[in-house]
């Protein structure tokens, strides 16, 4: 078990940007989660899928958000025309849910975005 | 959607002193987990505690599903325990982990 991997760990881009992040997740975790997360804050949803399907996104995902998981395996999250108010840590989360039962989320290490 | 509130929001302890840190929400769960995230921003997992007591070292909690609360205990603490605590919980119909504003912790020698 090899934990949930995200890639890059720090990103710093100029505002118009555009910026990808990607997230390998516990293998065998059938759900994967974004999160975004600013300073002093606790994390905060932004979608996630159920294999490959997206299955609920949060108000926060502007259209500039785009997230994939094309073969419900790893998953990408861009941003299209990055902004000031874009920085901050992305974490990406997985989970094996059970009949019932919302099963425990592991996180990944977080992809720390500056957007200058 | 659920509400998650944790008290107190800032901790100073001294090394050795035991400590603990509530979390309430506002609807029934059948996911509560605490997190410690680390100065380096990963969220470590600490508990999944849906209901009961666990223990794991120094740490325990307790969530009592019916009064809608859980609670972290940390005994004896160090300064490596510093950081922020986090509580999160889904609801039976939610399908996303909602956290709390968490409580930050610092020991000092």
């Known amino acids: 078990d090899t934990g949930v991997s995200q890639d890059p760990r720090h990103k710093i881009t100029k505002r118009g940007q555009n910026v990808t992040f990607r997230c390998d997740p516990i293998?065998?975790?059938?759900?994967l989660y974004w999160y975004r997360q600013t300073l002093g804050q606790g994390p905060e949803f932004l979608t996630y899928?159920?294999?490959?399907?997206?299955?609920?996104k949060s108000r926060l995902l502007s259209d500039r958000f785009s997230a994939e998981r094309p073969k419900g395996s790893f998953s990408t999250l861009e941003i299209q025309r990055t902004e000031q108010g874009d920085s901050a840590m992305y974490l990406c989360?997985?989970?094996?849910?059970?009949?019932?039962?919302?099963?425990?989320?592991?996180f990944g290490e977080g992809s720390r975005l500056t957007v200058l | 959607g659920i509400q998650v509130e944790q008290s107190p929001p800032d901790l100073i302890l001294q090394e050795g002193a035991n400590s603990t840190l509530r979390c309430n929400f506002s609807d029934s769960v059948n996911n509560l987990q605490w997190f410690h995230q680390n100065p380096w921003g990963q969220l470590i997992n600490l508990f999944y505690?849906?209901?009961g007591t666990k223990q794991n070292g120094r740490l325990s909690a307790t969530t009592v599903a019916t009064e809608r609360y859980s609670l972290l205990y940390i005994s004896s603490s160090q300064t490596t325990d510093s950081g922020v605590y986090f509580c999160?919980?889904?609801?039976?119909?939610?399908?996303?982990?909602?956290f709390g504003t968490g409580t930050r912790l610092q020991v000092t020698l």
């Open positions: 999160a919980a889904f609801t039976g119909t939610a399908s996303k982990l909602t």
């Open positions: 899928f159920q294999n490959e399907a997206q299955l609920e």
């Open positions: 293998s065998e975790h059938n759900r």
């Open positions: 505690i849906p209901s």
């Open positions: 989360a997985s989970s094996y849910p059970r009949t019932g039962v919302n099963g425990e989320l592991f």
